[in-house]
């Protein structure tokens, strides 16, 4: 079984064949999807469908593109949502400095008001770092939660940073383009820290790219991980399913 640790599954892309899109996920031996809130609207989106279905959970967050929304309304929603049995994590949240589409200010200050929840309410945080990598590495070095570095594709420092707080690192498709140039990140990740995600409906690995990303695809990122790593598919998705259910929690033992 393979777990989509990262998909945008209530993004309007999916809404034509939601349950299609599930079906061949399940044909393609993934068992669950993380199905992740990068807005509160989204998150709640994510937590009505995993409220609907086993084999799906949800995350909760307020994405860095969103940050200059972020206040004390925001805060005591996401706070509610957290509660909630089918919110595994806090996030997407983080570090956005390549689009800007919040100042960057307003990025930290929710990014620590988000990570301080997370560690308050006992909840990993999936963290979105791009551009960022001086200030994402300042940051991590004293949270008190568990971390994902989600789609990872940051320098070394932050390789490093992750390492030091036993951060689990979540690879998406990105790893099967051409300009993928960081292979030594997949040998060197520790196993007991690996995890394959789509981010669907974005980044649709080779063969699929320009399609829509989707649960069934996050396969195709694992047999990369294998190759790379001189592994067998069975084991990648052996340990990235356990890492998954250590990780996110007893729900993970549900399947589509």
């Known amino acids: ?22 079906a061949r996920a399940r044909d393609a031996d993934v068992g669950h999807v993380v199905v992740i809130g990068a807005t509160l609207p989204e998150s709640e989106r994510a937590v009505a469908l995993a409220r609907a279905r086993p084999g799906l ?55 620590a008001a988000q990570l301080e929840l997370a560690a ?74 690996l995890l394959v995600e789509t981010d669907g409906p974005y980044l649709a690995p080779v063969p699929h790219r320009g399609k829509r990303n989707e649960p069934a695809f996050v396969r195709a990122v694992a047999e990369a991980l294998a190759r790379a790593r001189g592994e067998s598919l069975d084991s990648i998705g052996q340990y990235t399913t356990d890492n998954a259910r250590r990780l996110f929690g007893a729900r993970l033992d549900t399947t589509l």
């Open 1 to 22: 079984m393979l777990v989509d640790a990262h998909c945008h599954l209530g993004d309007a892309a999916f809404d034509p064949d939601r349950e299609a899109v599930l």
């Open 120 to 193: 308050e309410v006992r909840k990993p945080v999936v963290v979105h770092a791009r551009d960022a990598d001086d200030d994402m590495v300042a940051m991590l070095q004293d949270v008190a939660t568990t971390v994902v570095l989600h789609s990872f594709s940051s320098g070394p420092s932050v390789f490093e940073a992750g390492l030091a707080i036993a951060a689990y690192f979540s690879f998406s498709g990105m790893i099967t383009f051409k300009n993928w140039t960081m292979t030594d990140r997949l040998t060197a990740c520790p196993p007991d820290r």
């Open 57 to 111: 959970s949800a995350t909760a967050g307020v994405h860095p593109h969103e940050a200059r929304h972020w206040s004390p309304a925001a805060a005591a929603r996401l706070r509610d949502l957290l509660a909630l049995p089918e919110v595994v994590a806090l996030g997407e949240t983080g570090l956005d400095y390549h689009y800007d589409h919040s100042p960057r200010d307003a990025q930290r200050d929710a990014f």
